[in-house]
């Protein structure tokens, strides 16, 4: 059985607080990045304050959250961070969120490569039956992203955000388990083979 | 939608401290229940010590891995038992507890009644795919309870229990949710 | 014209309160009883809850409404006997963007169909719009929840977003809705 947590480009790893805490104070310098992940304005924190709220939620953590921090293959450099949040279970249905902070892997493949290891880990792993995202309309780079990865269009809602003077909307997506079966010609034994 | 929490005999509840405490205190004293329905030695606790902990286990609320229920009569209300769910939400299956701790509703119908309505939430609320459960040997009535509501007999530990100097096994049962809905469907027609 | 006279929080059979610590919980651990209700209310599985429980999730939300900022709650009497009915409200709010989700409830089942989730909605959309100032407001709706859907829909809410059979309940798997509608959409219909 191949590595699941490995793509082509990336690999995914453990979420360390204090590792990730000091690269999120510095991914968040970069305002274009807040504004393409998080709808609310951005509250610039200490790299020393983040750990805290990232040792916190840890602990509180239900079984519902998986956390990741995403390297490159090539270089184990640490470029972004992603998030799974089951929010239905007996739906099996869970948020994803990704964020690539380290700007000069973004249009290259990384963010397209980190979400088919995400869905394999979803699907084949923790057998989830679908996985939704909302991503903002002003973000055409990953929105074309995550539709190669085979996320479906699901609806927008209208003007919700509000930036530079006017409204956009925040797109949702999501990809079924057949969906992303059928995508890979993946029968449930052929993912689980050598 | 069908109604989840009531069955032909009994309902769901979820009670305050100090009313299951009391009556967990009055079913400790039946020794005879507790070594049905348990393998750890008999104890018993005071109503303090019992509401003290059902109190702390709801601190952090509601788990979507851990489900707990008490039982009542419908036709007089009365609190006669409990179940239990310990999930696995990855491979999507429960283990199951149950007891009645009321002696005179014993095989009179009222567990198979309360494993009824279990299994109902369990496959068509949490749709999880397999429930397990553990029981003694010597508890013949449970046996053909489990039976009637579905469970296959899939293994036993041999005389993993000591008891008034005999050695006993556990007997370890499941239903895939496949086999329920077919009993479902079997009772419709 | 600057109405501040109309009163927010009374509508003509019902009106909006805080919580009564002494009463309300042993109401709504009833309404958890009844898995119809649960089902119609929360996504999650429904599980009954003791007026203990209860308790604990009006402490949480007290400390919530004091320190969050991001939510509004309101407990829903009949202005008749003062019995308690429901519950509404916004939560999730963004101030920012100016955008909040709605959540309403009427616990029994003999008060619903009598108009009350009418004169709730019409209450917490004007409070939402006219006193918060949201841009937009949104709701989530399971498939099956004909009465919420045909209620948003009265309003002018629109559909805008479907998660494809994103619940499982009963045997089949149902899409859930997010329903949104704007401040100015409120505005011209009034």
């Not at chain 1, 504004?35 to 990232?54: F, G, P, V």
């Not at chain 3, 109405?3 to 909006?16: A, K, N, V």
């Not at chain 3, 599985?45 to 999730?57: E, L, V, W």
């Not at chain 3, 994103?166 to 509608?181: I, Y």
Request: charged content about 30%; glycine content about 8%; proline content about 2%.
């Amino acid at each position: 059985m191949n590595d699941i947590f490995t793509g082509k480009l990336v690999r995914l790893s453990a979420f360390d607080p204090e590792e990730m805490s000091k690269a999120f104070t510095r991914w968040n310098l970069n305002s274009e990045y807040g504004r393409l992940l998080n709808s609310s304005a951005h509250r610039m924190q200490s790299a020393k304050s983040t750990a805290k709220w990232m040792e916190k939620e840890a602990e509180e953590m239900s079984p519902a959250g998986y956390y990741f921090s995403i390297r490159t293959l090539a270089e184990d450099k640490l470029i972004g961070e992603l998030g799974l949040d089951v929010v239905n279970w007996p739906g099996r249905d869970a948020f994803v969120g990704l964020g690539i902070g380290e700007t000069e892997y973004w249009s290259k493949g990384y963010g397209t490569d980190v979400m088919n290891v995400l869905l394999r880990f979803a699907f084949a792993e923790i057998n989830l039956r679908r996985v939704t995202l909302t991503v903002f309309e002003y973000n055409p780079r990953a929105i074309r992203s995550y539709e190669k990865a085979g996320f479906r269009h699901e609806g927008h809602l209208r003007n919700y955000l509000n930036r530079e003077g006017r409204r956009w909307n925040e797109i949702y997506m999501g990809i079924l388990r057949e969906e992303w079966m059928e995508l890979n010609n993946h029968a449930p034994s052929a993912v689980l083979g050598a | 939608m069908r109604e989840l929490f009531r069955g032909k005999l009994v309902r769901i509840t979820a009670e305050e401290p100090e009313t299951y405490a009391k009556s967990e205190v009055h079913w400790q004293r039946d020794s005879e229940f507790v070594r049905l329905a348990d393998s750890d030695p008999v104890q018993l606790s005071s109503e303090k010590k019992i509401r003290e902990w059902a109190e702390k286990r709801f601190e952090k609320g509601p788990q979507p891995d851990r489900y707990s229920f008490t039982v009542r009569t419908l036709d007089e209300d009365k609190l006669i038992g409990f179940f239990g769910l310990w999930i696995n939400l990855i491979h999507n299956e429960a283990w199951v507890g149950i007891g009645i701790g009321e002696r005179e509703f014993w095989g009179k119908g009222y567990g198979t009644d309360m494993m009824k309505l279990c299994l109902q939430y369990v496959f068509t609320e949490l749709c999880l795919e397999r429930v397990s459960l553990g029981l003694h040997e010597y508890n013949a009535r449970a046996l053909r309870s489990y039976e009637k509501c579905g469970f296959r007999l899939e293994g036993r530990t041999r005389r993993d229990i000591l008891r008034e100097g005999r050695r006993t096994d556990t007997l370890w049962m499941g239903i895939l949710r496949e086999e329920w809905l077919q009993m479902q469907n079997g009772e419709n027609q | 014209m600057f109405d501040i006279q109309t009163q927010l929080f009374e509508g003509s059979d019902i009106r909006f309160g805080p919580i009564d610590h002494e009463k309300d919980a042993e109401i709504e651990s009833k309404w958890t009883h009844d898995s119809e209700f649960m089902r119609l209310m929360e996504v999650n599985p429904a599980r009954p809850m003791s007026a203990a429980m209860i308790k604990k999730q009006y402490e949480k939300l007290e400390k919530q409404l004091e320190e969050d900022k991001n939510l509004y709650h309101f407990m829903i009497r009949s202005k008749r006997d003062d019995r308690l009915i429901g519950k509404a409200s916004v939560q999730w709010i963004e101030w920012t963007n100016g955008n909040g989700f709605l959540r309403l409830g009427i616990g029994a089942a003999q008060d619903r169909c009598k108009g009350y989730g009418s004169q709730a909605l019409q209450m917490l959309l004007r409070f939402a719009f006219a006193e918060l100032n949201l841009f937009r407001v949104s709701a989530i709706v399971p498939e099956y929840n004909e009465g919420a859907i045909r209620l948003l829909k009265k309003f002018g809410f629109v559909q805008e977003v479907r998660r494809r059979r994103s619940l499982e309940r009963d045997g089949r798997r149902w899409d859930l809705f997010v329903f949104g509608l704007l401040n100015d959409e409120w505005r011209n219909q009034a």
